[in-house]
Structure formats: structure tokens, C-alpha cells
């Protein structure tokens, strides 16, 4: 074989190689299902490519923070297994849980657009498979993207919508009222395990956090609900028996 058609072999090489990589990078992206649930839905296949070549993929395992409250993380995360609880430090230095993160959401958009450090922590409930899109691309869809742009804002005002029902419940229902809206969140955000107890396991501690009271309260209250029929305790887990009354007590 003579040298110029080694060449040419060459480079059908190096080009064979650069497609498949831009081509896997795209389908990696394009084809994700959990990006349909997000802002990135409004992308266009270009915007994808970019995003591909751009972002870093890694797994965070549980108990281990995404990041903390006070640091500049400089993009966005996109959750694409696992979930996590957002947490405030309150000034009695215990965790307050303000949220939960399940696969297909993105953390750090409304501190991207306003540029300041996160105000909550992220930490894995259970191990967790994260994308990590810096900080220029994102601004580069906002600007260039308008659906993109529209949805990241509708995101934003659902959250403030969320801590305004969230401060609302805190300030006029009860303890157990709390609780009984927060197991129904619990199991309508993210189903059952296959034997009927609620898939997201949380501590005694955990569900204290999210209802705002201390952990042996939580522990009481649950007790009384177990003996009423109302719940059903396996150690951790928790059986929902009575939606019904659940719903009531919560209203």
C-alpha cells in the first residue's frame, strides 16, 4: 500500500472516531429520559451536542453532600438517578429538610441567575447518579433559548410556590396535621417499595426535620397513628393503611 493511500485510510480513521464520539455524546443526552422532566427538555440537538461535551457525570453515595450551604458551585445539577434532601441550618444548629430532589430535577438554577452562593445544603438519601453542567453553557441556552429560559423561570416561581404553601402549613397546622400531609407527599412524590411501605426511607430524625418539631416528638406522634390503624411500623418503614383519614387529618 502506498503512502498516500495510507493516509487517506488515516484520516477516514480520525473521522470515523470524531463522528462516533460526537455521535454517542449527542444520543447520550438526546436520549435521556429524565431530561424530559426539566428545563434541558427545551434544548434543540445542537444545544444537547454542546451539553454533552460539556458536562461531567459522576455518582454521589448516600449520606455524602452534592454540595453545602455557602458555596459557589458555578452551574447546575442535573439528578439523573437517586434522590437527595435540600436542608437549611437553622441556628439551633440542627438541619431543617426544605425539600426533596428525585431524578429528572435540576439544583442550582435560581442561584446560577442570581449569583450568589447556595443558600441549602444537597445531600444523598440514597446514591445518586448527577450531571454537572457549568455555569457559561447554562447562560448560553438562557440567552439563545427562549423556551429554555421560560421553563427555567416557571421552575423558579413553582419553588417559591412550594416555600410559600411549605410556610404557610408550618404556621397554622398542627404537628400532626404536618406529619400526616407529609407522609401523603412522601408516597404520592415517590411510590411504594414492593412490599407497600413508602420507597423514600427516611430517619425518625429526617421526618422530624421535615415537619419542623423534635425527633421524639415525631417518634410519639407516629406511635399514636400506628395505634390507630392510620400506619403500619415495619422498624424504618412506614405503611400509609388509611389514606383516607390520612387526607382528612391533613386538611
Known amino acids: ?88 441550618l437553622s441556628a439551633n444548629g440542627k438541619d431543617q429538610i426544605v425539600k426533596l430532589i428525585k431524578s429528572g430535577e435540576l439544583l442550582g438554577q435560581r442561584s446560577l441567575i442570581s449569583e450568589e452562593p447556595v443558600n441549602l445544603s444537597a445531600v444523598a438519601l440514597e ?54 400531609e407529609t407522609l401523603l407527599y412522601l408516597e404520592d412524590t415517590f411510590g411504594k417499595a414492593p412490599d407497600g411501605s413508602l420507597q423514600v426511607q427516611l430517619t425518625r430524625e429526617e421526618l422530624a426535620g421535615m415537619i419542623g418539631t423534635a425527633t421524639e416528638s415525631c417518634i410519639r406522634l407516629l406511635s399514636e397513628l400506628n395505634k390507630t390503624g392510620l400506619v403500619e411500623l415495619n422498624g424504618k418503614r412506614i405503611h400509609l393503611k388509611d389514606r383516607a383519614k390520612l387526607k382528612r387529618m391533613a386538611e
Do not use: W
Not at 434544548?43 to 453545602?68: D, Y
Not at 427555567?152 to 404537628?175: F, N, P, R, W, Y
Open 127 to 180: 446514591d445518586m447518579e448527577v450531571c454537572f453542567i457549568p455555569k457559561k453553557e447554562i447562560l448560553q441556552f438562557f440567552s439563545e433559548n427562549n423556551q429554555f429560559s421560560m421553563n427555567v423561570m416557571k421552575t423558579i416561581c413553582g419553588d417559591l410556590k412550594e416555600s410559600d404553601d411549605h410556610m404557610v402549613s408550618m404556621a397554622q397546622k398542627s404537628v400532626k396535621e404536618r406529619l400526616a
Open 1 to 88: 500500500m502506498n503512502q498516500n493511500a495510507i493516509s487517506i485510510l488515516h484520516y477516514i480513521c480520525i473521522f470515523d472516531i470524531q463522528f462516533s464520539i460526537k455521535f454517542l455524546a449527542m444520543s447520550k443526552c438526546e436520549q435521556c429520559i429524565v431530561r424530559e422532566f426539566s428545563s434541558l427538555k427545551a434544548l434543540n440537538k445542537q444545544e444537547l451536542l454542546q451539553m454533552a461535551h460539556c458536562k461531567t457525570s459522576f455518582t454521589i453515595k448516600k449520606g455524602e453532600p452534592l454540595f453545602e450551604e455557602g458555596e459557589s458551585i458555578n452551574g447546575v445539577f442535573c439528578v439523573k438517578g437517586g434522590i437527595c434532601k435540600l436542608t437549611k
